[in-house]
């Protein structure tokens, strides 16, 4: 039996991880989003919820999520994170918990100018699913600044 596959998904709100996760779940890849299982854990109709709560809210959903993973990897099962991995601590944390659970994990960077993402968050913010919390111009540029670009992490790019 071959190793099952985690996709990391790293890049910026509306760079495309979304998009290109759906691709890999035609092709039998479990996905688990963060921005759904947030969506899921704050327990609301809609994505309403205070900004503040965020953190709390992202830290019960994540630890969820890393142990579907794990659950996941055993059974042999590969899986798409779509979670954005803005920090390269993160990206360590999880190609270690990967290959510590019998996988092995694809680094994939969607770079896209701070132009694009806001022409696409225009769009995304008329949306109220779970992948379209809405995003603010301030936000976004906030979200620019604490961003972390891999760069020798063993990431592919793809160009927005």
């Not at 947030?38 to 999520?65: I, S, W």
Request: net charge negative.
């Amino acid at each position: 039996m071959s190793q099952p596959t985690t996709y990391l998904l790293c890049g910026l709100t509306g760079s495309g991880k979304t998009t290109y996760a759906e691709k890999l779940i035609a092709q039998g890849f479990v996905k688990l989003s963060l921005d759904e299982a947030v969506y899921a854990t704050c327990g609301r109709a809609g994505v309403d919820y205070p900004a503040e709560k965020y953190p709390e809210y992202e830290a019960v959903a994540k630890k969820e999520l890393q142990a579907k993973l794990v659950e996941l990897l055993k059974n042999g099962q590969s899986v798409v994170l779509d979670y954005g991995f803005w920090k390269r601590a993160e990206r360590d944390f999880y190609k270690r918990l990967v290959e510590e659970n019998g996988g092995t994990w694809r680094l994939t960077y969607f770079k896209a100018s701070p132009e694009l993402l806001k022409q696409r968050l225009q769009h995304r913010n008329r949306r109220t699913d779970a992948n379209a919390f809405t995003i603010t111009e301030a936000m976004l540029d906030d979200f620019i600044e604490r961003f972390e670009e891999p760069s020798g992490e063993g990431e592919e790019v793809i160009e927005g």
